[in-house]
């Protein structure tokens, strides 16, 4: 394809990025368009919460063969190696490719050896989806053995697009935003009387329930003690007998976090109606201090670890915060020991990356689509 062509064809990709749509519809649509300008043979297309760079939902897969998603996400950080997202949404560019960062010596990377190689990608290339210093969305491109290798002209065109995918990810935030578990379960909404008594709820908060206290859940009011409480409180809230908010992190029975809240209603004519409650899995921002405290690490500690997640080096650290290296150094010790970890990868993995896991690869999961070309 001449310079001019693929010139137009990202131009196109870049007004198409700026119609309304889905970010599953978005992905689908840019992936289509990007490979006519810069070939792949698979891929792996991800929202990503910006505060932390962690992938959420939806997403998409590309001819990426079964076992190979369930480890993606573990060695990303657990394994120290190339082209790694929290370091790309931190450099220049935001772009790079495998050949380049490992010298010409794709074999260096535990990537290459254990996720490519086996699948018969040869070269990779990696992108972010920045609006400012927020990333959005990232993108792995895979080329196959025999293809050629990403040049630095596809580096260039991925570039110039990505900014508009960011904008378009951005201005989905609210929809596209929440976990793969969210768009599975939730959110799912529960009317309550004015003595909190249960009175009718959807499929989706009743599988949340389920997912709370069995599935004998509406006879069994200690495991429900939290919905109840939340109601409660709503309803004290109302008579101005105690202030907001009428929510709560509970975690269910599978281990992740579920988002509950509740408000009382009334109608048109100003009489006290039903108590509102909706039930959904936490998303990242609302789980992250709940996470950190369990482990017992002071306010500093604290601040370092989301610093740490969202890729900064000891000593942006240190100048973020106002400290030393040294003193950051020893927070980081102190981080460690509390959590159990030996690395700042697997202190990321451990609080954080572990909760998105399972939902990204379940292949029930309508916010993940799964293709083949």
């Not at 120290?80 to 790079?96: K, Q």
């Not at 599975?184 to 004015?194: C, M, N, R, S, Y």
């Not at 942006?316 to 509390?338: C, G, N, Q, W």
Request: some cysteine.
């Amino acid at each position: 394809m001449d310079a001019a062509t693929a010139a137009r064809q990202a131009s196109a990709l870049v007004e198409a990025c700026a119609q309304p749509t889905t970010d599953r519809e978005l992905f689908g649509a840019v992936s289509e368009r990007l490979r006519r300008i810069v070939p792949f043979d698979g891929a792996a297309w991800f929202a990503v919460d910006p505060a932390t760079v962690l992938a959420t939902a939806p997403a998409r897969i590309e001819n990426v063969e079964a076992g190979h998603c369930e480890s993606y996400w573990a060695r990303e950080y657990l394994v120290e190696d190339a082209i790694l997202y929290r370091d790309l949404a931190r450099s220049e560019t935001g772009v790079g490719t495998l050949y380049e960062a490992t010298g010409e010596n794709p074999g260096r990377s535990a990537r290459y050896r254990e996720f490519l190689a086996p699948q018969g990608y040869d070269d990779e290339l990696r992108a972010t989806f920045r609006v400012g210093p927020s990333t959005w969305g990232v993108v792995d491109l895979f080329r196959e053995r025999g293809r050629g290798r990403f040049t630095a002209g596809d580096v260039d065109l991925v570039r110039t697009v990505a900014p508009a995918i960011g904008l378009a990810l951005r201005g989905l935030s609210q929809a596209a935003r929440v976990s793969a578990a969210t768009a599975v379960d939730g959110p799912g909404t529960a009317l309550f009387d004015e003595s909190g008594r249960l009175t009718s709820l959807d499929e989706r908060a009743e599988r949340l329930f389920t997912e709370i206290a069995g599935t004998q859940w509406s006879t069994l009011p200690l495991p429900m003690t939290a919905i109840y409480a939340v109601v409660a409180r709503a309803g004290a809230i109302h008579a101005g007998t105690d202030r907001g908010p009428a929510a709560c992190r509970v975690r269910s029975s599978s281990g992740r976090w579920l988002s509950v809240y509740a408000s009382c209603l009334r109608g048109p004519d100003g009489r006290p109606g039903p108590t509102a409650l909706t039930i959904e899995p936490a998303k990242s921002a609302q789980i992250a201090p709940i996470i950190v405290e369990a482990y017992s690490l002071t306010p500093r500690e604290q601040e370092i670890t989301r610093s740490v997640a969202r890729g900064l080096s000891n000593p942006e650290i240190a100048a973020e915060l106002f400290l030393s290296p040294h003193t950051v150094r020893d927070h980081l010790k102190a981080i460690f020991a509390k959590v159990g970890v030996g690395s700042r990868g697997e202190l990321v993995a451990k609080l954080f990356a572990d909760h998105y896991g399972s939902e990204l690869h379940d292949p029930a999961n309508p916010a993940v689509t799964h293709a083949e070309y």
